[in-house]
Nanobody, 126 residues
Framework: QLQLVQSGGGLVQPGGSLRLSCAPS????????IGWFRQAPGQEREGVAC???????HYADSVKGRFTISRDNAKNTVFLQMNSLKPEDTAVYSC????????????????????WGQGTQVTVSS
C-alpha cells in the first residue's frame, strides 16, 4: 500500500492561488489514479479533481476552470494548482490513490486498498 506525502496549502486571500503536491514515500504512482478531496467542517468529503494513470481528468463542477490537476511521472508527483480561490474553497485537502477509474475515485473515494495522504489545511480569507 502506498504512503502518500502532501505538501503545500496554507492561508491565501480570495482570488489568490496555491499549489498542492502529493508524492509517495516509496513505489511508483504510474499505475494509480490519483485524486484530491476536500472536507470542510460539518460537510461531507468532496472529490475535487482526479487524474488517471494515462492523464485523463475529472473535476467537480465547483472547481472547473479554476483548479488543474496534473501528474509528473518523472518526478512521481501529482499537483493540484488552485487559482481564483474563494472562501468556500476553505477545507482540509487530502490526496488519495487507487487502482481504479477517475470517475469512480472522484465520486466514490477509494476502495479497501486505496491510500491517503495526511491532509493539509487550505484557508481562503481576507
Amino acid at each position: 500500500q502506498l504512503q502518500l506525502v502532501q505538501s503545500g496549502g496554507g492561508l491565501v486571500q480570495p482570488g489568490g492561488s496555491l499549489r498542492l503536491s502529493c508524492a509517495p514515500s516509496a513505489l511508483s504512482l504510474d499505475l494509480y489514479a490519483i485524486g484530491w478531496f476536500r472536507q470542510a467542517p460539518g460537510q461531507e468529503r468532496e472529490g475535487v479533481a482526479c487524474v488517471s494513470h494515462s492523464g485523463s481528468t475529472h473535476y467537480a463542477d465547483s472547481v472547473k476552470g479554476r483548479f488543474t490537476i496534473s501528474r509528473d511521472n518523472a518526478k512521481n508527483t501529482v499537483f493540484l494548482q488552485m487559482n481564483s480561490l474563494k472562501p468556500e474553497d476553505t477545507a482540509v485537502y487530502s490526496c488519495a490513490a487507487d487502482l481504479t477509474t477517475v470517475q469512480a475515485l472522484c465520486t466514490k473515494g477509494t476502495g479497501p486498498f486505496g491510500s491517503w495522504g495526511q491532509g493539509t489545511q487550505v484557508t481562503v480569507s481576507s
